[in-house]
């Protein structure tokens, strides 16, 4: 699909890493100019350094997901900078692991707020600008929500992220019955993830009897998680990589989906097969 993006403009938040800075790769090799934002501002402009030596064009600004004023300032700005707004890819998140009886309302509450909180901001502040007529007559707009595999299934010891990722899932399919009701041309879908080979699992709490809940075969009292063994366990024996995700976002960001809204795009090596 080269080319399929060219004019298009994309908010991918999350995007200094892993996920998240994949996807902003792959649309921008597509040909549209990303806005990139993370908390992680050396990362968030390492993403788009990446871009630019690949031909493509992306700026960077600084977003904490879960601040509204911010998702204001920032969609505003990239209406003052480019006019328009065709693509928002929702990916910013958080791994709170714990067993249910251990989980603090804190870390809870963090948890829903930059995984689905955020989400609900983002379509909030983005949909009227992605409602925008455009000088070259494109009308509607792909929202897309990185949910997980944790979206559509439980896992011990991570109650608080499926129900975020499940939030996420239905978030989706309720704002694709809006924008199909408003006939705005705007779609709306989440993509969940199998086991993907990113930083996010090095940042999971894994202390004491957890690590044993969360993934079965770990070592009790690990404080990393090895991706590669966690990985081995989906059908097809090993785990993902970021820019197998950023290939289905650029699939859902395109007009080669144009009939796809409220829907589920598994990415997972057939973890959820079974
Ligand atoms: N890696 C996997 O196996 C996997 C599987 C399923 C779903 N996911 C989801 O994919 C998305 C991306 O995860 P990843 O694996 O690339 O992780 P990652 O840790 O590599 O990247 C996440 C990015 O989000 C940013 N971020 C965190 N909190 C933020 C905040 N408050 N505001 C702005 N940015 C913030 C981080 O700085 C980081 O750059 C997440 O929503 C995650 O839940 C990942």
Same mark, same amino acid.
């Given at each position: 699909?080269?080319?399929?993006?060219?004019?298009?403009?994309?908010?991918?938040?999350? *995007?200094?890493?892993?996920?998240?800075?994949?996807?902003?790769?792959?649309?921008?090799?597509?040909?549209?100019?990303?806005?990139?934002?993370?908390?992680?501002?050396?990362?968030?402009?390492?993403?788009?350094?990446?871009?630019?030596?690949?031909?493509?064009?992306?700026?960077?600004?600084?977003?904490?997901?879960?601040?509204?004023?911010?998702?204001?300032?920032?969609?505003?700005?990239?209406?003052?900078?480019?006019?328009?707004?065709?693509?928002?890819?929702?990916?910013?998140?958080?791994?709170?692991?714990?067993?249910?009886?251990?989980?603090?309302?804190?870390?809870?509450?963090?948890?829903?707020?930059?995984?689905?909180?955020?989400?609900?901001?983002?379509?909030?502040?983005?949909?009227?600008?992605?409602?925008?007529?455009?000088?070259?007559?494109?009308?509607?707009?792909?929202?897309?929500?990185?949910?997980?595999?944790?979206?559509?299934?439980?896992?011990?010891?991570?109650?608080?992220?499926? &129900?975020?990722?499940?939030?996420?899932?239905?978030?989706?399919?309720?704002? *694709?019955?809006?924008?199909?009701?408003?006939?705005?041309?705007?779609?709306?879908?989440?993509?969940?993830?199998?086991?993907?080979?990113?930083?996010?699992?090095?940042?999971?709490?894994?202390?004491?009897?957890?690590?044993?809940?969360?993934?079965?075969?770990?070592?009790?009292?690990?404080?990393?998680?090895?991706?590669? &063994?966690?990985?081995?366990?989906?059908?097809?024996?090993?785990?993902?990589?970021?820019?197998?995700?950023?290939?289905?976002?650029?699939?859902?960001?395109?007009?080669?989906?144009?009939?796809?809204?409220?829907?589920?795009?598994?990415?997972?090596?057939?973890?959820?097969?079974?």
């Amino acid at each position: 699909m080269m080319g399929a993006l060219t004019g298009r403009v994309a908010f991918v938040t999350g *995007a200094a890493s892993g996920i998240g800075r994949a996807s902003a790769i792959a649309l921008a090799a597509e040909g549209a100019t990303v806005f990139v934002t993370d908390i992680d501002a050396e990362g968030g402009r390492e993403t788009v350094a990446m871009i630019e030596a690949a031909g493509g064009t992306a700026t960077f600004r600084a977003q904490d997901v879960v601040e509204e004023p911010r998702w204001a300032e920032l969609v505003t700005r990239v209406m003052d900078l480019y006019g328009r707004l065709d693509i928002l890819v929702n990916n910013a998140g958080i791994g709170t692991s714990g067993l249910i009886t251990e989980v603090t309302l804190e870390q809870w509450n963090r948890q829903m707020d930059i995984n689905v909180t955020s989400c609900f901001l983002g379509i909030k502040h983005a949909l009227p600008a992605m409602r925008q007529p455009r000088p070259d007559g494109h009308v509607g707009g792909s929202i897309i929500n990185i949910s997980s595999v944790a979206g559509l299934g439980g896992s011990a010891g991570m109650s608080a992220y499926c &129900a975020s990722k499940g939030a996420v899932r239905l978030l989706t399919k309720a704002v *694709a019955m809006e924008c199909a009701a408003a006939r705005d041309g705007i779609r709306c879908n989440s993509v969940h993830p199998g086991i993907i080979d990113t930083p996010i699992w090095q940042k999971l709490d894994t202390s004491g009897a957890l690590s044993a809940a969360l993934l079965g075969s770990s070592q009790p009292g690990a404080n990393t998680i090895d991706v590669d &063994a966690v990985g081995a366990g989906a059908p097809v024996g090993y785990a993902g990589r970021p820019e197998d995700i950023g290939a289905g976002v650029v699939f859902l960001a395109s007009d080669a989906s144009r009939y796809m809204t409220g829907s589920e795009l598994v990415i997972d090596g057939g973890w959820t097969a079974h």
